[in-house]
Each structure stands twice: as structure tokens, then as C-alpha cells.
């Protein structure tokens, strides 16, 4: 069974930074892109940020482009999103996701973790 | 803005059918493939439909999805008061270089 667990949201104040994670299993991590997409309370999915399998390449969304870094430890089967600079802007649940498909432009998210929710308040 | 233009609501009467549209452009909907996703209120958005028409094992036939051009269908049969939930339009921007949602759109069953 595929789960994915996000871990290390809370309340920051503005200009400061976090770090998310997002324990993944039952698949093989390694082979899979994931992402990061938010919602900002009673808004819709925001896509924030991708990257492959290998970490070969990664793709932001130009509202947090130089502010947030997406990595991941396939040995640990962990993905992470670096979130610095952050403004009330930047409230809100951030859902972790698994790409599933063959290429950038045919991928779809086939899982989703049950989110973690991030507050950037003074 | 969203990239991806849904309407904000749709409604229809229980056992009826509903469509909702979403708008995109040559550099997302109309070159990559859409996917479809139902999120129920304070739970995780959930797969319904892939690369454009695609139902994922234990999606009823009841969903289905279309493409044409630079805009993207979904359509629902046989509506359930538990269908109603947002529904979101989703693909790659080859422009943007970046993933994509729609505004997501509220059902209604009446």
C-alpha cells in the first residue's frame, strides 16, 4: 500500500523558514518524480514544485522560485521541501504527491499524503 | 489567476449527468495530458481521471474524461449526493515548465 506521511509544518513567523519531509512507501521511490502542491485556506491546488526520480532535474512554480528547494534521499525514501523567505503568502496545507507516467508532459499524481499544514504569522 | 480556467460551481439533481469544462492553451492542454482529481472537504484530493480518459482501478465508470484541442472534460453520470465535492483539471505547462491546476470547480447535487 502506497503512503505518504508529511512531517514538519507549523507556525513560523514571517521571513522565516521550514523544512517539510514526506515519508513515502509501498512503491519503489527511487523510479518515481514527486511533488509538492498547496492549498491556501479555502483556495484551490497551487503546484509549487517537482523533481525526478534521480534528482536530475527540478521545477519550481515562479511564486516560490530562489525561496524554496525541493530535494529527496532515495535512501531514506524521504522527499523535502526547504522553505526560507516565507510570507503569509505562503500559508498554506502542502500536500506531497507522486508522479506516475512516462514523461514531464504525460504524468499525473496517482497518490497524495493528507498534507501538513504551514501558518507564516507574527 | 489559475492557468487552467473550471468553472467556480456546477449542480444538478440526483441520477442526473454533469460536465465541467476546463480551458487551457497549446502550452498545457493542448500538448500534454490532463488528469482529473475530486477532493473532499478537508480530506486530500484523490485521482479520478488520467492522461485525458483514463480511469484508475476503483474509479466507477460513472467518470469519464475528454480532450479537444486546448480544453479538457469531465463528466459525471448517475450523480450522488456523495459526489459532491471540488473538482480539479491538472497538467504540465510546457512553457512554464511547471505543473498546473485549474480552479477547481464545486458540485452541487441538489
Known amino acids: 500500500e502506497v503512503q505518504l506521511l508529511e512531517s514538519g509544518g507549523g507556525l513560523v513567523q514571517p521571513g522565516g523558514s521550514l523544512r517539510l519531509s514526506c515519508a513515502a512507501s509501498?512503491?519503489?521511490?527511487?523510479?518515481?518524480?514527486m511533488s509538492w502542491v498547496r492549498q491556501a485556506p479555502g483556495k484551490g491546488l497551487e503546484w509549487v514544485s517537482a523533481?525526478?526520480?534521480?534528482?536530475?532535474?527540478?521545477y519550481y512554480a515562479d511564486s516560490v522560485k530562489g525561496r524554496f528547494t525541493i530535494s529527496r534521499d532515495n535512501s531514506k525514501n524521504t522527499l523535502y521541501l526547504q522553505m526560507d523567505s516565507l510570507g503569509a503568502e505562503d500559508t498554506a496545507v502542502y500536500y506531497c504527491?507522486?508522479?506516475?507516467?512516462?514523461?514531464?508532459?504525460?504524468?499525473?499524481?496517482?497518490?497524495w499524503g493528507q498534507g501538513t499544514l504551514v501558518t507564516v504569522s507574527s | 489567476q489559475s492557468v487552467l480556467t473550471q468553472p467556480p460551481s456546477v449542480s444538478a439533481a440526483p441520477g442526473q449527468k454533469v460536465t465541467i469544462s476546463c480551458s487551457g492553451s497549446?502550452?498545457?492542454?493542448?500538448?500534454?495530458?490532463v488528469s482529473w482529481y475530486r477532493q473532499l472537504p478537508g480530506t486530500a484530493p484523490k485521482l479520478l481521471i488520467y492522461?485525458?480518459?483514463k480511469r484508475p482501478s476503483g474509479i466507477p465508470d460513472r467518470f469519464s474524461g475528454s480532450k479537444s484541442g486546448t480544453s479538457a472534460t469531465l463528466g459525471i453520470t448517475g450523480l450522488q449526493t456523495g459526489d459532491e465535492a471540488d473538482y480539479y483539471c491538472?497538467?504540465?505547462?510546457?512553457?512554464?515548465?511547471?505543473?498546473?491546476f485549474g480552479g477547481g470547480t464545486k458540485l452541487t447535487v441538489l
Open positions: 504527491a507522486k508522479y506516475r507516467g512516462p514523461r514531464w508532459g504525460e504524468l499525473w499524481h496517482d497518490y
Open positions: 509501498g512503491f519503489t521511490f527511487s523510479t518515481c518524480a
Open positions: 523533481l525526478s526520480g534521480s534528482s536530475a532535474t527540478t
Open positions: 497549446s502550452s498545457n492542454i493542448g500538448n500534454n495530458h
Open positions: 492522461d485525458n480518459d
Open positions: 491538472g497538467t504540465w505547462d510546457s512553457s512554464l515548465l511547471a505543473g498546473v
